[in-house]
């Protein structure tokens, strides 16, 4: 089978773009190529340094890049077309335009972020932007900004300070694309989000991917792994290690989506315990028993976490039923004296369903965005 090929993220290609634009308006050359940092960054806050200016990572993108041009001596436009590789989503092929210019008013601050045109503006709480910013992710965010940082630096170097900078990040189609996204739902309005916590997309087969739990399990077991510990994704794998520091790393499989079919198979495993890590909105659709917990597949009933807190003390029912995510929702309860027993009670129904799908007992971890251990059961 031919091998799947990786694309890049709207963070890569924001970035990307904005980089292109920032070469022109500096050296006065088009690029056709810029190199983009990917994430995690190494960034110094010890209060002496400004912010990404001394930001590191350790692998980069190649973006190509569609358009670049001056539109006056202090600004540059460039655009790069968003690649999803073989796993495309409905902004495959949607161009990402960057907007940079030169900002003597910029009040300090060494690079001013903002959306334009088609990229959405956030008006909900309980997502990762606050109300009113545009819908630019904190990873896209912090790519952006070290990726022209790091230019700057270099910049510095040879020609003294640079001149503060203003980005704006559009996305000509943004809006007729968001109507076939969960944005509106979500209440972002105007435009696509910029996303990407990695900067690249690595697309995968089910089968591929449920081979490669299969795998893990049986390389688990062989090198004498009492303990399996199974997460949807590499945040709360993390989030695991850090509360199994003893585990050998062989231990920690990432489970994805797959809630029921990894479960499923190391139920009949002879490991001695089985772990299950992961988020609230995962932690609600493996309660609500869903086998595939993937957003495209199944929606969060909200509306039965809401009839669970008028039962058992919690009195903000009715802000829970209007929620639109599972983030907003948990805010909600962690604010309410009486809302850690919601938890409770959804992680307790949530570790009955992962029993019911292994046949035997399960640990599960339900974990904070922000790294806190929320409940266990």
């Not at 900002?103 to 008006?123: C, E, M, S, Y």
């Not at 001149?163 to 972002?188: F, K, M």
């Not at 490669?212 to 994704?233: E, F, I, P, Q, W």
Request: proline letters at 7%; charged letters at 20%; hydrophobic letters at 45%.
């Amino acid at each position: 089978m031919k091998p799947l090929r990786e694309g890049f993220t709207t963070g890569s290609a924001a970035a990307g773009a904005a980089l292109a634009a920032l070469i022109l308006l500096v050296e006065g050359r088009a690029p056709k190529n810029v190199s983009v940092p990917l994430p995690p960054f190494h960034v110094p806050t010890d209060g002496r340094t400004p912010l990404y200016a001394h930001a590191r990572c350790s692998s980069f993108v190649r973006v190509p890049v569609e358009q670049c041009r001056l539109f006056d001596v202090s600004g540059a436009k460039a655009a790069v077309r968003k690649d999803g590789g073989d796993d495309p989503d409905v902004t495959s092929g949607a161009l990402i335009v960057a907007c940079v210019t030169f900002d003597p008013k910029a009040d300090g601050v060494d690079i001013q972020l903002n959306g334009g045109q088609g990229v959405g503006r956030v008006t909900l709480p309980g997502l990762p932007v606050p109300v009113g910013e545009a819908a630019i992710n904190p990873g896209p965010r912090e790519q952006i900004r070290v990726a022209l940082s790091q230019y700057v630096e270099k910049y510095a170097r040879r020609f003294g300070p640079c001149p503060e900078l203003a980005v704006v990040i559009s996305v000509p189609e943004g809006e007729a694309l968001a109507s076939r996204t969960l944005n509106p739902r979500l209440g972002i309005v105007g435009g696509i989000s910029i996303l990407g916590t990695r900067g690249i997309v690595c697309p995968f087969s089910h089968t591929a991917w449920q081979a490669t739990v299969r795998k893990g399990l049986d390389v688990a077991l062989t090198s004498g792994c009492a303990t399996v510990c199974l997460s949807t994704g590499r945040r709360s794998e993390a989030l695991l290690m850090e509360k199994y520091p003893h585990l050998l790393p062989q231990a920690f499989i990432q489970a994805a989506d797959f809630a029921a079919f990894s479960l499923r198979a190391a139920g009949p495993m002879p490991f001695t315990n089985i772990v299950w890590g992961c988020f609230f909105g995962k932690l609600l659709k493996l309660a609500q028993g869903m086998e595939y917990t993937h957003a495209r597949k199944g929606s969060l009933d909200l509306g039965g976490l809401a009839l669970l807190c008028p039962s058992i003390g919690a009195l903000r029912a009715d802000a829970v039923q209007r929620c639109i995510t599972a983030a907003q929702a948990l805010d909600i309860l962690l604010a309410d004296e009486d809302g850690q027993r919601v938890i409770t009670v959804v992680t307790e129904k949530a570790s009955r369903e992962a029993t019911r799908f292994t046949g035997r007992a399960v640990r599960l971890h339900l974990f904070h965005t922000d790294g806190r251990l929320l409940c266990t059961a």
